[in-house]
């Protein structure tokens, strides 16, 4: 029930299928990597997460019901275990031995369900991000999910880019970044971003949580292949004589899952460690959120239409794209030692 | 103007192109097999089958008039008669031997208009197949066309097939047919199931027919090729010491015709013998069957798109599809000594 | 910054790109000849057309802003002159040599922009075709866009043509012209149809202009490369007696512009040299037009998704097709031309 990797996507590795609250004991249909994917959870809430595709007719399974931890299927009933393994078939007594439909991997953590579209024997919940921030009981968060029309290098790199916020964001979120200094550093798994701290005016409402008249505004931002990126943004006064200055984090944490080669399931926490029972100021922030990702899907639409019209069409790099290049060139590496290898498995 | 056979589908036999009723003096445009077909009424009633494709400019006849029994194209006043043959041109009085567009054989019958999409000279219209319930006075119908964005014989199979009413029509007119035993037939143009007759209660309707407590069910499904299903179903009170018991039958006839290579006019007609003045009856029988149907096409459409996610995703067949199973074979053998034939012609 | 020339457009010709007042300091976007054009305004009102796909990440400029008389990319900020070069990049002090995006020569003449695809180096505006009636101060216009589903050389083709009227037309301008006696001319760069002049008596409408009561049509179609058609139509009383009889005059300048290989930016302009001053004429010649170009492009659109059908069904061309099939043979010869001295060139 293996299929053959393929594509350009990266298979061994998690991506997000789902927020945790979007699985429940009705099934649901979700492309992924242009794979049809079911999910659903068994009775005792465990996620699963199966091919979208019955064995029998291809009729997607999604279209049918969950009994106890199986999975009927809604055209002629086949049903399914949380395998994948096909373990009834109305009308007979019989099952033919190793009929069923792909089983994927998945692991619920961080509010996020994780799935391995690769060789199973590889999944280790041990690769998972550390997304911990979106289930951290000493932060606060909102969260939500945005299908864009894109490839998700597109918004991958609109995440790891800073230079964009002045432009695209110039009347929401837009504070000039474009001259700031920034550190690029890529290991094996991941590239970090680092922007050199700056100081500034404490903003107005910044001084209302206590904040003396400087603050120092620290900015990272790290991903972690295949398409997971977490920007860490903190503010600190600057009170050299206080033992405990004021501090305050943001965390977004996104997941760039994808659809297919020109959609991408966008899945965005944003965490803060400060007023952490405002539910005013849980609905601002999530609503300067969307606000500010719908004015980059909005480009990043117009930019993948822009690519379909011609695909070999040139791009250039400058000193503010470090973080890109950087991640498009592991992201190359890990696909190309992949498919190298499975492909010298096939020999 | 005969075109060389291609494509996946049956040339040489009868689909049906529309309800008679369907077709007037007005042109209709209709693509069947993926080519574009025009219908009208010639002064006399009979119907008329051309291709819709102006041999001038390829401008769409159906755009244009008829007049007396022939056809004027909307854009330039190329006119043709009945058999394609093009006998005028505006601004010149001769016309060139041989110009025109491709005439198809069309028969109406049994409230149907079938036509001939294949070589013209094999048509014949005893190879129609019987309908004639369709247009028996003795029998009540409500028909309708559906559109179905699926390949044809997905819906055939559907009709063919027992095993779904009790899943895709669980909430409508579903039975639990998968433990009923089946008997399958096939002959060179046909493919036969018959569900073995059972007894049972008889239903409360039925009882108002006067129908005793017991009764036989039989169900017959009769596929023709290329895409023709009539499904037979009877159902006799127990009355060993009656000389005539009551019996009621309906028979549904259904025609899939395929518009292209993903989506089907799926035409029916439900009769019936008995409460045959019973106008609430229609009404109630043409809801229930709609309703059924748009429970199948919503199932098939999503298999249909499920297909093209994957086109060469794998099926399996079990006990309850030796109907569907048979009818692909045959099929496939028709379409293959067809285009065999049609190659060794070639040369 | 030159891409090669390719597909069936001829490239090194003046095409209409918009209605000069389309285009102002707010950046347009246009696809011409299947390739995204931005167009705006540099501060002193010249037009500017550049390449709409920022040479960096692909994004489209026009989703950017015009400063001064530079063009800055909405997504990161990159900026280009109105040659197309970067001039800056946020973030750093050097833009590297040669970086831009591609610059069309761009001319504005008789109320419209002209774009010139192919080698820049050989744009030369004395090669605009005369399209002064659009300008005139002696004449009067309505013009518009219309949008077509439809390749170009079915709108050039219509509008070449005479025989349509009768059919297309026939519950608005309609006009039998297919018995009138045409005559054909063509040179290297242009095709010409002249209707032969009919007299007629005078319409009722025309008496009113003071018309006597017979009056003689003229009809002159001017076709030039590669999609310009200017229709021109007098209407003058026949009055041997008289120095100056009355003599009504209507021109329209026609440009289709190819959008992409099934789409034509359609732009019309009708001039007359009477009533001048009359706005309620304006109007009534603009909803007449508008409704009259409307057939055409309804029967375009179809004839377009008829060929779409099936792209090699053939075409027959009769004696009223003299000036179309003159068209294309000598659209084909440029095309051929051109590209065979490219082919050449490239060696």
């Not at 799935?115 to 690769?127: E, P």
């Not at 505004?217 to 009170?239: G, H």
């Amino acid at each position: 029930m293996e299929k053959p990797m393929s594509g350009s996507f990266l298979r061994n590795c998690w991506y997000v299928a789902a927020e945790a609250g979007e699985v429940t004991r009705t099934p649901l249909s979700r492309l992924l990597l242009g794979e049809p994917v079911v999910l659903y959870r068994r009775a005792d809430g465990t996620p699963v997460a199966l091919e979208d595709r019955c064995c029998h007719r291809r009729a997607p399974l999604s279209k049918g019901k969950v009994i106890g931890d199986r999975l009927q299927c809604g055209y002629h009933g086949f049903t399914f275990d949380a395998s994948g393994a096909c373990v009834a078939i109305p009308g007979q007594d019989r099952v033919p031995p190793n009929l069923g439909v792909r089983g994927y991997p998945m692991v619920e953590r961080y509010n996020y369900l994780w799935i391995w579209m690769g060789d199973a024997a590889k999944a280790d919940a041990a690769r998972i991000p550390d997304f911990s921030r979106a289930a951290d009981p000493a932060w606060t968060t909102v969260h939500d999910r945005l299908p864009i029309a894109a490839h998700y290098q597109l918004m991958v790199e609109n995440l790891i880019d800073l230079s964009h916020l002045a432009f695209v964001h110039a009347k929401t979120i837009g504070t000039d970044d474009t001259r700031t200094v920034l550190r690029f550093d890529r290991g094996d798994d991941f590239v970090r971003v680092v922007r050199e701290p700056i100081e500034v005016d404490t903003a107005p409402h910044n001084r209302k949580q206590g904040m003396g008249p400087r603050c120092r505004l620290e900015k990272t931002i790290d991903f972690a292949p295949p398409s997971q990126v977490v920007i860490d943004i903190r503010t600190t006064e600057v009170a050299p004589q206080k033992n405990d200055p004021v501090s305050l984090g943001i965390t977004v944490l996104n997941a760039c899952t994808p659809e297919t080669e020109s959609s991408t399931h966008y899945f965005w926490t944003s965490a803060r460690d400060y007023q952490r029972d405002d539910k005013q100021l849980d609905a601002f922030l999530y609503k300067v959120t969307v606000e500010a990702f719908n004015e980059d899907r909005d480009m990043l639409e117009a930019q993948q239409r822009c690519i379909a019209l011609d695909p070999g069409a040139p791009t250039v790099s400058v000193n503010a794209d470090g973080g890109s290049v950087q991640m498009r060139r592991l992201m190359a590496e890990l696909v190309e030692r992949e498919q190298g290898r499975a492909a010298a498995a096939a020999h």
